[in-house]
């Protein structure tokens, strides 16, 4: 069955390098990929922009293809937004059909902060993306759960619901939209790291480039 990916973040702002990796997840995994802008991330100070900015940067991002979309449905939520609450929701939504929760090799290690994290397995499959220039040491706790967990194939993924653990080889993209932001907020204009969409309208990038402007 076609899976349903997950590809979660701050999206602070979109950037390229989130559309180029959910764009090969989606590919190499025969997927739908949904990205799922969170309210109130669980373990990171406040975003720059607003959670209607950032949906409205990500929608100016994603128009024009039809591989990727957007679900809203954490900011629908109050409190902070746990993953595992977020795909028990879907798993009641899709029954038994393939869920993949896409992560960056960073946020893929940190997953024993995670609320609940052992439950997810249960839930649903994990598919790790590499992203250069971070230095993503699996803490040996994880690894030892996610060992007999692992698969190089993407049939494994499509044949059952999850329990599975998938490292997908994508094009490494070095952006980061913490350095975007810094960018932005030295008034430079980092017009190709991100999605040409957003220049469209020059209230999408305001919150950044008003950050630090001279009062
Ligand atoms: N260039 C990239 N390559 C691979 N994965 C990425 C890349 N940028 C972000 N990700 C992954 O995308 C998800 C959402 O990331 P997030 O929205 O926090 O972006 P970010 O660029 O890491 O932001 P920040 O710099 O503000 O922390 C995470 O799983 C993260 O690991
Ligand atoms: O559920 C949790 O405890 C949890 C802890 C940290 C991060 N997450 C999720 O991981 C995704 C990536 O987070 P971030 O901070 O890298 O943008 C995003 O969807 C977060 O909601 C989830």
Same mark, same amino acid.
């Given at each position: 069955?076609?899976?349903?990916?997950?590809?979660?973040?701050?999206?602070?702002?979109?950037?390229?390098?989130?559309?180029?990796?959910?764009?090969? &997840?989606?590919?190499?995994?025969? &997927?739908?990929?949904?990205?799922?802008?969170?309210?109130?991330?669980?373990?990171?100070?406040?975003?720059?922009?607003? &959670?209607?900015?950032?949906?409205?940067?990500?929608?100016?991002?994603?128009?024009?293809?039809?591989?990727?979309?957007?679900?809203?449905?954490?900011?629908?939520?109050?409190?902070?937004?746990?993953?595992?609450?977020?795909?028990?929701?879907?798993?009641?939504? =899709?029954?038994?059909?393939?869920?993949?929760?896409?992560?960056?090799?960073?946020? =893929?290690?940190?997953? *024993?902060?995670?609320?609940?994290?052992?439950?997810?397995?249960?839930?649903?499959?994990?598919?790790?993306?590499?992203?250069?220039?971070?230095?993503?040491?699996?803490?040996?706790?994880?690894?030892?759960?996610?060992?007999?967990?692992?698969?190089?194939?993407?049939?494994?993924?499509?044949?059952?619901?999850?329990?599975?653990?998938?490292?997908?080889?994508?094009?490494?993209?070095?952006?980061?939209?913490? *350095?975007?932001?810094?960018?932005?907020? &030295?008034?430079?204009?980092?017009?190709?790291?991100?999605?040409?969409?957003? =220049?469209?309208?020059?209230?999408?990038?305001?919150?950044?480039?008003?950050?630090?402007?001279? *009062?």
């Amino acid at each position: 069955m076609k899976p349903l990916a997950i590809f979660g973040g701050t999206f602070d702002p979109i950037h390229i390098g989130h559309l180029s990796v959910a764009w090969e &997840a989606s590919e190499q995994l025969d &997927a739908e990929v949904r990205l799922m802008p969170a309210s109130v991330p669980p373990h990171r100070s406040s975003p720059t922009a607003s &959670a209607e900015q950032r949906v409205n940067m990500l929608r100016a991002a994603l128009r024009g293809q039809s591989r990727l979309t957007l679900d809203t449905r954490e900011l629908d939520r109050s409190g902070p937004s746990y993953t595992v609450d977020t795909l028990d929701e879907l798993r009641s939504e =899709f029954g038994e059909r393939p869920l993949v929760l896409l992560l960056g090799a960073d946020a =893929f290690a940190g997953l *024993r902060s995670w609320h609940r994290w052992r439950d997810l397995f249960s839930i649903t499959h994990i598919g790790v993306i590499n992203r250069p220039g971070v230095e993503a040491c699996i803490p040996v706790e994880l690894e030892r759960a996610v060992a007999p967990r692992r698969t190089d194939d993407p049939a494994v993924i499509r044949g059952q619901p999850a329990g599975r653990v998938i490292e997908l080889a994508v094009t490494p993209l070095e952006v980061s939209a913490t *350095r975007i932001r810094e960018l932005l907020a &030295a008034g430079r204009d980092p017009r190709y790291l991100l999605p040409a969409g957003l =220049f469209d309208d020059p209230a999408l990038l305001a919150p950044y480039r008003e950050q630090h402007s001279p *009062r």
